[in-house]
Each structure stands twice: as C-alpha cells, then as structure tokens.
C-alpha cells in the first residue's frame, strides 16, 4: 500500500529550527517528485517546497526562502524539509505529497496526513 508519512513537527518557539521527515513506502521513491505544502488555520493550502526525483532540481515559495531547505534521501525512502528562523506565521499544518515523474510538474497523486508545527513563545 502506498503510503506517505510525515513527521518532525511538534511546538517550537519563534527562530527555533525542525526538520520535517516525509517517509515513503509501497512505491519506489526513485520515481517520484516530492512537494511540500501547509495549511494555516483558516487558510488555504500553499505550495511551500518541491524537490525532483533526482534531488537536483528544488524550488520553494517566496516566504520561505532562505530559510527552508528541502533534501531527499533515496536510500531511506524519505524526503526532508529543514526549517530555519521558524516565525509564527509558519504555524500550519506540513503535508508532503508525491508527483510521478521526474520534475515537479505540480500534478501530486498522493499525499500524506500533515504533522502539525506550532511557533509559540
């Protein structure tokens, strides 16, 4: 069964830093895209990060460049997002899902249930 698995998040005071996990199974990971997205409360869902199947292609949306840094390790069947300088406005809930294919086309067939961050003094 093919599943996405996100984790890492937890409450973390502002400029404090966390790494996200997206950990895959029952597909090869090799093949795949992965994107990062997250949802504020109240908000709609936002692309945040995409990394290509062979990791040499990423992009990141503007409010979190330089400070998100996203990574995969194949071997282990997991994606990761590091997140720096975290501020409150990056409260939400991170999903990770996947994109068949090489680049990140934007098109996710899977996804996972989310692993909450909370920034808070």
């Known amino acids: 069964q093919l599943q996405l698995v996100e984790s890492g998040g937890g409450l973390v005071q502002p400029g404090g830093s966390l790494r996200l996990s997206c950990t895959t199974s029952g597909f090869t990971l090799d093949y795949y895209s992965i994107g990062w997205f997250r949802q504020a409360p109240g908000k709609e869902r936002e692309g945040v990060s995409c990394i290509s199947s062979s990791g040499g292609f990423t992009n990141y949306a503007d409010s979190v460049k330089d400070r998100f840094t996203i990574s995969r390790d194949n071997a282990k069947n997991t994606v990761y997002l590091h997140i720096n300088s975290l501020k409150p406005e990056d409260t939400a809930v991170y999903y990770c899902?996947?994109?068949?294919?090489?680049?990140?086309?934007?098109?996710?067939?899977?996804w996972g249930q989310g692993t909450r961050v909370t920034v808070s003094s």
């Open positions: 899902a996947a994109d068949y294919g090489p680049y990140c086309s934007g098109k996710y067939d899977y």
